[in-house]
């Protein structure tokens, strides 16, 4: 089966710094996906990449999938407390597939 | 911003009772699916739904678990008999097409098997 591996587990930044969390899978990836999640709620969609060597931005997250299609990283520039949370990514498991296949999360905290 | 909403926020059951998770998915979506994540553990797939038949299930999803789409808005997860390993946060999800997605997650329903 096609499994998504993240890394760091978890991760402890200062307020303002940068960090970068990724998602690597032994198989090609068609479709990733990131999404965040608060504790005790939903999943809440970040970003999709679908392309190799594709690359993303949404205010200062940013999200890249390599040209081999089989890791991908979350970058946040100048950490915010509002960015705390369990990052996600998720991958379809075969091409066009309807379901995904989501890594074991990484915890974000960002002390002030 | 539309999004999918569920009932119960939590739904705290004994074992073997049946319980029905409620779901409204995004009203243009045609496709929905439950997932669930057990503490601690990854978001797991159980079913995807589409033109009122599953389109999709996994080893997890037994005859145990049923989907129904009752009417135009509701989509619900019933479980007949209730196991303590049951007991997770359940998500239901949906998406406007199969291909592009992303799925719209709902804020949970938190099931607990005593």
């Known amino acids: 089966s096609q499994e998504l591996e993240q890394s760091p587990q978890s991760l402890i930044v200062q307020e303002g710094k940068n960090l970068t969390i990724n998602c690597t899978s032994s198989?090609?990836?068609?479709?990733l996906y990131w999404y965040k999640q608060k504790y005790g709620e939903g999943l809440i969609f970040l970003m999709m990449?679908?392309?190799?060597?594709e690359e993303k931005s949404h205010e200062k997250i940013t999200a890249k999938l390599d040209e081999k299609k089989q890791q991908s990283s979350l970058h946040i520039t100048a950490s915010q407390p509002s960015h705390a949370g369990i990052y996600l990514c998720?991958?379809?498991?075969?091409?066009?597939?309807?379901?995904?296949?989501f890594g074991q999360g990484t915890r974000l905290t960002i002390n002030p | 911003e539309p999004e999918v909403t569920q009932t119960p926020s939590h739904q705290v059951t004994q074992m073997g009772q049946e319980v029905i998770l409620r779901c409204v998915p995004i009203?243009?979506?045609?496709?929905f699916y439950w997932y669930r994540q057990i503490l601690g553990q990854k978001v797991e797939f159980l079913v995807s739904?589409?033109?009122?038949?599953?389109?999709?299930k996994s080893e997890i999803f037994d005859d145990q678990f049923s989907v129904e789409r009752p009417d135009g808005s509701n989509f619900t997860l019933k479980i007949r008999s209730t196991k303590l390993e049951d007991s997770a946060m359940y998500f239901c999800?949906?998406?406007?097409?199969?291909?592009?997605?992303?799925?719209?997650f709902g804020n949970g329903t938190r099931l607990t098997v005593t």
């Open positions: 999800a949906s998406s406007i097409a199969d291909k592009y997605l992303p799925l719209h």
């Open positions: 198989k090609t990836l068609y479709g």
């Open positions: 990449l679908q392309k190799g060597g």
């Open positions: 998720g991958a379809e498991r075969i091409q066009g597939a309807q379901k995904l296949v």
């Open positions: 009203s243009n979506h045609l496709y």
């Open positions: 739904f589409y033109n009122n038949e599953i389109s999709e």
